[in-house]
């Protein structure tokens, strides 16, 4: 019975690595400690890597990492949202699924952990991931046929969309990430969230232009950080200010300190 290892270090991530033949399907999930559905994420993947067996060489390693603590590796594989989980072989990543679709998460490990290695790309080495990672990247699409039929493009990217603003009950689109801002604006919003102790998930919208200019339409609002609870959108900087002026238990339903009686959903 296969189980997760938690990288906790980028000499530990390089060990891996390097202990890896090419031929072993590597299931990376990204996390953050934080966010709710990353939890979920871990028990699901615990469960399936129990259904692989543990075999020699192994043809399943499942490993866990802190986006936000080993950001040089999260950056290298493109994560601009966690839960987020990418699937490698030989250096190549084969397909990445963003947000805590267990379907998603279940149907990307079964279709390939049955296939044979790429045998062109095994000598390549786990390292190459690190730079070709964003081509290979699928993420929430998962495979869906991409069309060039402009108005077809905007659905799939609505469609996309709509499921990424519930990635988390509180979702923050920003520039950067937490851990390495990019805007003043972003920065202090990471800063209300983390001082009351919010749950949430984020995605660096720097990484995915279409999404920059997406969402904005999308959501009708022209900047960011854009904070999402539920599914709706609060707003900006300014706004999330005024709501928490307005009311200081704003968050408190999406607080890691929210004790048992209190609603997870308002
Ligand atoms: N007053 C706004 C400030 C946010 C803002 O002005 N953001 C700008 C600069 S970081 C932005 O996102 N512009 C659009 C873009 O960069 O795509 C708030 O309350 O959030």
Redesign the pocket.
Known sequence: MSTIQEITSLEGWDQHLSSLPPSTLLIISFQAPWAAPCAQMATVLSTLASEYPVTDPPSTSWVSINAEELSDISEAYDVTAVPYLVLVRGGEVLETVSGSSVVKVRNAIESHAKQSPHSASAAAGQEAAATNGAAATVDDKNGETTTEDPENQKEELFKRLKDLVKAAPVMLFM?GTPSEPK?G??RQLVAILRENAVKYGFFNILADDEV?QGL?EFADW????QLWVDGELV?????VKEELANNDEFFKPYSVKANGDTPVVA
């Open positions: 520039k805007c604006f972003s920059r904005k022209p900047t960011y950080p707003g900006g900087l300014d706004i």
